[in-house]
């Protein structure tokens, strides 16, 4: 169940109990990993796109009209990734205009591909098997088994691999072993990168874009959130041809059948886009490194040691895991609880999304606090054997 909440100023938040009761809290649920979603240019980028242009949407699929804020949007995030860019009001719809395309075999020299699905994909992605499963042959792999992948690549003509870029509870995926792949036998590569974009690459290109040469190509696609550390809203499609854009223009979903980004929302990337392009994205790229690290320096979890700001607290039953949740809320602290399938083995935990926006002493006080919870929820001391 969700928990209601009201934004203060900085990471805190005002959870609401009841209609009488509130407290505070520290935010350690949401995945705004660098702290743009409030900051100034961001805000004022939202409400500056609604009052010039007297509305709030564009309430017509983008083939027929579209915003003048919006191509400049579409034009800045182009030039600052070195891509093609297509924008959507989504995550979800930037990946499903892309996913119908693959599978019709346009972009694999006219054959059909067998599509490849990594089994740990977010449920995002995964629901779109079926439609993909209409057009072509579908096949899931082991969680980064390049050998199966390599299989297929070397036993069928044409293959694309959908994979994540970071997936939310195991790491991230081999992109060096899978550009070789790309490479020998013409793999091409649908990326979704739901958590990798701001904290990664020298304009915050993210994890997937900043291992590719400065030049995309025709055998990759990266499908990313506005959201999370970009600060905004909506998906954005990262093509590199000039003829792969024109044939999403033409055929995909985004275009043909669905809204533009709300103009809050691009004037909000448009605030971003500013901060990207300045140094304070290196500097708070740099602090959020240093609050992993200081997380790190006080619990063990199974991503101890990588850059990336999620880490799971392995507690174990359901109703543990809850449970301790509980106790950290009431402590002054949000978390979220991952339950299975997301974990495998029967185990439960808590998820924590670290900010460059925490302070130290709320990154200490929060493994102090996680480290009580456990206890008195299970009887065992963290990490539990």
């Excluded at 169940?1 to 009761?21: F, L, N």
């Excluded at 346009?106 to 057009?135: M, N, Q, W």
């Excluded at 990207?276 to 006080?298: K, N, P, T, V, Y």
């Excluded at 039953?317 to 602290?333: H, K, N, P, Q, Y």
Aim: proline letters at 3%.
């Amino acid at each position: 169940m969700a928990i209601d909440g009201r934004y203060a100023p900085t990471r805190p938040i005002t959870c609401d109990k009841g209609p009488q009761a509130s407290q505070q809290a520290i935010d350690f649920v949401q995945c705004s990993y660098l702290g743009l979603d409030s900051h100034p240019l961001v805000v004022a980028g939202a409400i500056e796109a609604i009052e010039v242009q007297r509305s709030s949407h564009w309430s017509c699929a983008r083939k027929h009209l579209i915003s003048n804020l919006l191509e400049q949007l579409e034009e800045t995030l182009s030039e600052m990734f070195c891509v093609r860019a297509i924008l959507s009001s989504s995550l979800l719809l930037a990946n499903l205009g892309a996913i119908r395309i693959l599978a019709s075999g346009r972009l694999t020299g006219g054959r059909k591909p067998i599509v490849v699905f990594d089994c740990l994909l977010h449920g995002s992605l995964v629901c779109y098997k079926s439609i993909v499963a209409d057009e072509t042959r579908v096949e899931t792999i082991g969680h980064n088994d390049i050998g199966a992948l390599e299989r297929l690549c070397r036993e069928n003509p044409a293959v694309v691999y959908v994979c994540d870029d970071i997936y939310s509870q195991r790491g991230h995926s081999l992109l060096t072993e899978l550009r070789q792949l790309q490479e020998r036998y013409g793999l091409f590569l649908h990326i979704s990168d739901a958590h990798g974009v701001s904290i990664f690459g020298r304009q915050g290109e993210g994890l997937a874009r900043s291992q590719f040469p400065e030049m995309l190509g025709d055998r990759t696609c990266i499908a990313a959130s506005l959201a999370e550390g970009f600060g905004a809203s909506g998906g954005l499609l990262m093509l590199g041809t000039s003829a792969h854009e024109a044939l999403f223009r033409q055929f995909s979903t985004i275009e043909g059948f669905s809204e533009a980004p709300n103009l809050a929302a691009v004037g909000a990337a448009l605030g971003s886009c500013t901060i990207h392009r300045s140094e304070e994205l290196g500097e708070r790229q740099r602090r959020l490194a240093q609050r992993i690290r200081l997380f790190d320096d006080r619990l063990a979890t199974a991503e101890q040691g990588n850059s990336l700001p999620i880490r799971t607290i392995t507690v174990g039953e359901e109703a543990d895991a809850i449970g301790a949740a509980r106790r950290l809320l009431d402590s002054g602290f949000c978390t979220s609880v991952k339950i299975v399938p997301t974990l495998e083995g029967g185990t439960a935990g808590i998820r924590v999304a670290i900010s460059s926006e925490h302070q130290a002493t709320d990154i200490e006080r929060l493994c102090n606090g996680i480290l009580d919870a456990v206890v008195e929820t299970t009887g065992k001391p963290y990490p539990l054997r």
